[in-house]
């Protein structure tokens, strides 16, 4: 069974940064693909990043100069980068993994956590 827990969210206001972590227990991440997604309020959720055993990354066009992707293989845990905050970035930030290759179509993702609330004004 794989647990995913977010953590790192929270108000900010518009410039700041923040770091989100994703602590994935019972998962492999050297089989899978891992990556986050986030639905802003009344919208759909949206792949921001992902990343797979080997490095390689796919990044949302819009989003690749403020977000980056990282894991440490050793602690199990997924990490987003955001710079420059914007009030469009408001939204539920999601940790998904078991992808089976580098896509941002969620529906390739079999394990989710329940997310963690950014805000920005």
């Known amino acids: 069974h794989v647990q995913l827990v977010e953590s790192g969210g929270g108000s900010v206001q518009a410039g700041g940064s923040l770091r989100l972590s994703c602590a994935a227990r019972g998962y492999t991440y050297d089989t899978y693909c891992m990556g986050w997604f986030r639905r802003p309020p009344g919208k759909e959720r949206e792949g921001i990043a992902v990343?797979?055993?080997?490095?390689?990354?796919a990044y949302a066009e819009s989003l690749k100069d403020r977000f980056t992707i990282s894991v440490d293989n050793a602690k199990n845990s997924l990490y987003l980068q955001i710079n420059s905050l914007k009030p469009e970035d408001t939204a539920m930030y999601y940790c998904?993994?078991?992808?089976?290759?580098?896509?941002?179509?969620?529906?390739?993702?079999?394990?989710w956590g329940r997310g963690t609330q950014v805000t920005v004004s």
């Open positions: 990343i797979d055993s080997d490095g390689d990354t």
């Open positions: 998904a993994a078991g992808g089976s290759w580098v896509t941002l179509d969620s529906k390739e993702y079999k394990s």
